[in-house]
């Protein structure tokens, strides 16, 4: 079987799991914000926390672009269940990429089945979009890392058993991010509290935490590459999130959107079904144009990253026009479904509520604009005059 073939089945066989299993369970799990522990147990089955891992590691070895396609299908029944997914791959391509060779065997096997599961740690209360301002420090103390800081909005902070900390080990170095380090810091010792969970407009059932370090100790055989390199390592990592973003954005979308097209063509008003209105169907191609936009412009970022080439212009791309089509999409749902589409008797409204994250989430849109422009620049050979400042 060829490995095209391989690849359609993998995502067929998770479109049937999301019909069958996720569909009926989501809104329920949702409502109560409890975290899905039998969808989790079963994407372990499927193989999924092992999506892009090597073989050689006991992953699926999947592309990026394939990635893409799973997290679509997951976002069709339940966003929730793509996050558990993201930081956890995202830490599995900053090991396998610039790990060593002993990080990658000790990691990376457990990542496959589950039983490492990842936390990323990078964004703190005052540093979101200029994560180079970050104030976690690692002292280096011998053969560990001493770290102190909190960490915000950090998926999988409970339920994962280590984390991608990208923290400070020379505060006081020009520019900042060379002196940034990043460190797979293991739960165990004392010093890591959970300090709460966040509370959330939408993306319920997963944790969003805030995690405090105190003297928590990591391994300098844990650091990731080389100090004072870690802030480039965690933004290659955050290409893959930002398709991730992207990908969930197209799946959130496409279920409004058939849902939308289902209710419209069961609804009646005036004798006639409302999908034979006009003012339904420009909807309705208008939202359908725009998802699938939005899905090949993941599916061109998708396959720069799986080129090896630097993909922060496209992924930034199909993430900035995916979350906002995915929010348009989601409004047009509601709009169709009329007052039923405010009632969470229907899943609209989950749409609606969890679109947002799209938005902000793996660096807002207004940085991703920045980004773009920054690299089309560069691309076109511009290079900053010296008396111009980062901003």
């Given amino acids: 079987m060829t490995s095209n073939h391989m690849d359609q089945d993998i995502i067929e066989g998770v479109r049937a ?41 006991g992953g699926l070895g999947l592309t990026v672009s394939t990635y893409a396609c799973i997290v679509e299908e997951l976002c069709r029944g339940w966003m929730s269940l793509s996050g558990i997914l993201n930081t956890h ?36 209360a005052h540093a979101g979009s200029d994560a180079q301002k970050i104030r976690t420090v690692a002292r280096r103390d011998g053969d560990v ?13 409970r339920t994962g058993t280590f984390f991608g900390l990208v923290c400070k080990t020379d505060p006081e170095a020009v520019p900042a991010h060379t002196g940034i380090t990043f460190l797979l810091a293991e739960k165990g010792a004392p010093g890591c509290t959970i300090s709460r969970d966040i509370p959330k407009l939408g993306y319920k059932g997963v944790e969003s935490a805030e995690v405090a370090f105190e003297d928590f100790p990591v391994p300098v055989a844990n650091r990731v590459g080389e100090e004072g390199r870690g802030f480039k390592y965690a933004l290659t990592g955050l290409e893959v999130g930002r398709v991730n973003i992207a990908a969930r954005a197209v799946g959130v979308a496409q279920a409004a959107y058939d849902d939308a ?5 069961e609804r009646e008003t005036f004798g006639k079904p409302i999908c034979e209105h006009q003012a339904i169907q420009l909807k309705l191609a208008d939202m359908a144009t725009r ?55 229907f899943n609209v ?43």
């Fill in 261 to 265: 097209l289902r209710y419209a063509q």
């Fill in 145 to 157: 890392y001493v770290v102190n800081g909190t960490k915000m909005w950090s998926t999988n902070a």
């Fill in 291 to 345: 998802i699938e936009a939005a899905r090949l412009l993941v599916r061109s970022a998708s396959a720069k990253k799986d080129s090896g080439e630097r993909s922060d212009v496209e992924a930034g791309m199909a993430k900035l026009f995916a979350s906002e089509m995915c929010q348009e999409v989601a409004l047009e749902a509601m709009r169709i479904h009329g007052g039923y589409g405010y009632s969470q008797e």
């Fill in 349 to 391: 409204e989950r749409y609606y509520r969890d679109a947002p994250l799209m938005i902000i989430g793996e660096g807002t849109n207004e940085i991703q604009r920045l980004v773009i422009a920054r690299g089309l620049l560069k691309r076109a050979g511009y290079r900053r005059p010296e008396h111009v400042t980062e901003e």
């Fill in 17 to 57: 799991f999301v019909d069958k299993e996720v569909k009926p369970v989501a809104n329920g799990l949702e409502r109560a914000n409890e975290y899905p522990q039998a969808l989790v147990d079963r994407m372990k089955e499927l193989g999924l926390f092992g999506a892009t891992i090597p073989p050689e590691f």
């Fill in 89 to 124: 791959l995202m830490v599995a391509y900053v090991i396998r990429t610039f790990g060593n060779d002993e990080q990658r065997e000790r990691f990376l096997p457990a990542m496959a089945v589950g039983e490492k599961r990842a936390a990323f740690g990078l964004t703190e």
